[in-house]
Nanobody
Framework: QVQLVESGGGLVQAGGSLRLSCAAS????????MGWFRQAPGKERDFVAG????????YYADSVKGRFTISRDNAKKTVYLQMNSLKPEDTAVYYC?????????????????WGQGTQVTVSS
């Protein structure tokens, strides 16, 4: 069992930065691949970034590549999403998720545990 709590969302101007954190509980956190997804009003929940259990592999959606960075600290049981050069189209609720998988997967239905989400709003 893994419980996830996101934090770090907020309101930022276009071009600005935010860092999201996802704190996990549960002994098996370090064996899970982790992902960040986002969902804008009226839209599907989309994959943003993922990281393998060891942190050696990362994967990004094309829309955020070069602007966002995912990382993890297994000792602190925390995953981060550094978001730079934010755009209004990045506005969404951002969710952290855990996947009992060796590889990073991009489909939300593959993920086993989810946080409650944190709102990110980017103003133009």
């Amino acid at each position: 069992q893994v419980q996830l709590v996101e934090s770090g969302g907020g309101l930022v101007q276009a071009g600005g930065s935010l860092r999201l954190s996802c704190a996990a509980s549960g002994r098996t956190f370090r064996t899970y691949a982790m992902g960040w997804f986002r969902q804008a009003p009226g839209k599907e929940r989309d994959f943003v970034a993922g990281i393998s259990w060891s942190g050696s592999s990362t994967y990004y959606a094309d829309s955020v590549k070069g602007r966002f960075t995912i990382s993890r600290d297994n000792a602190k049981k925390t995953v981060y999403l550094q978001m730079n050069s934010l755009k209004p189209e990045d506005t969404a609720v951002y969710y952290c998720a855990a996947d009992n998988s060796i590889v990073v997967r991009t489909t939300s239905s593959e993920y086993d545990y989810w946080g409650q989400g944190t709102q990110v709003t980017v103003s133009s």
